[in-house]
């Protein structure tokens, strides 16, 4: 069976509000940090985000550290941005296929999916990183988290992109599993190539996308097609 978005249908969409309010947090957070806090910026990033070797020795400790700021931030770090082109570059991702993925799945879906799935693939980055010291912020892992779901319930959508030519840009709808394709083979080959450092999680990037595309597919597999919001972004 292929899911494809219904283009007929755009009059009933409704607005996403669970990706405004994640954004809104997001810019929220960011802004107090740089400009309404007195604490330095270094203390929100390892109160709120999570360091790898911390994170794993908390988890020996469970249950009686399952509220320790270790474990929490692997949720919370999906909030907090290193800077503005951090923010703003998760941001425009998140709303490429944030939209699509909410209006598909619907708001609860769409929470639970990016804070779940994402505090996994938070996790799993830990594992990966278990010697490193350094926090790990950013919402990369949950919009990860929605890249895989949004390529699973449409493999043949297509994108509008605007493509360089020359001194131009020409509007195209290009594959979205070219797109989504190429953003994912990237990951791998910094997952495997790239600086072994708490700054950039590669690995919490593919594990959110495997996540996304496995809960798509069981998506696929257990719904019929009339109970699933499928529309086109």
Not at 35 to 45: G, I, Q, V
Not at 108 to 134: E, P, R, T, Y
Not at 195 to 216: N, Q
Request: with cysteine.
């Amino acid at each position: 069976m292929i899911i494809q978005p219904r283009r007929n249908s755009r009059r009933h969409l409704k607005w996403p509000w669970v990706l405004t309010a994640f954004s809104i947090a997001m810019v929220a957070a960011h802004v107090y940090l740089r400009w309404l806090s007195d604490r330095p910026l270094e203390y929100f990033t390892h109160h709120y985000g999570f360091v790898p070797a911390e994170t794993l020795g908390a988890l020996a400790r469970l249950p009686a550290s399952w509220h320790d700021s270790s474990l929490t931030g692997l949720v919370s770090a999906l909030f907090v941005h290193a800077d503005w082109l951090h923010l703003v570059g998760n941001l425009a991702y998140l709303w490429a296929f944030g939209i699509t993925v909410e209006r598909a799945i619907g708001h609860w879906g769409m929470a639970l999916s990016f804070l779940l799935l994402g505090a996994g693939a938070n996790l799993f980055l830990a594992w990966s990183l278990q010697d490193v010291h350094i926090p790990v912020i950013g919402a990369s892992s949950g919009v990860s988290v929605l890249i895989g779901i949004y390529l699973g319930l449409f493999p043949v959508s297509r994108m509008g992109l605007w493509l360089p030519l020359g001194l131009y840009f020409q509007f195209a709808r290009v594959p979205a599993v070219l797109v989504i394709g190429s953003w994912f083979t990237l990951q791998l080959i910094y997952s495997v190539f790239g600086p072994d450092s708490g700054t950039v999680g590669w690995w919490g990037h593919v594990a959110g996308f495997m996540a996304g595309v496995l809960l798509a597919l069981c998506l696929r597999l257990f719904s019929f097609e009339t109970h699933l919001n499928l529309q086109d972004n």
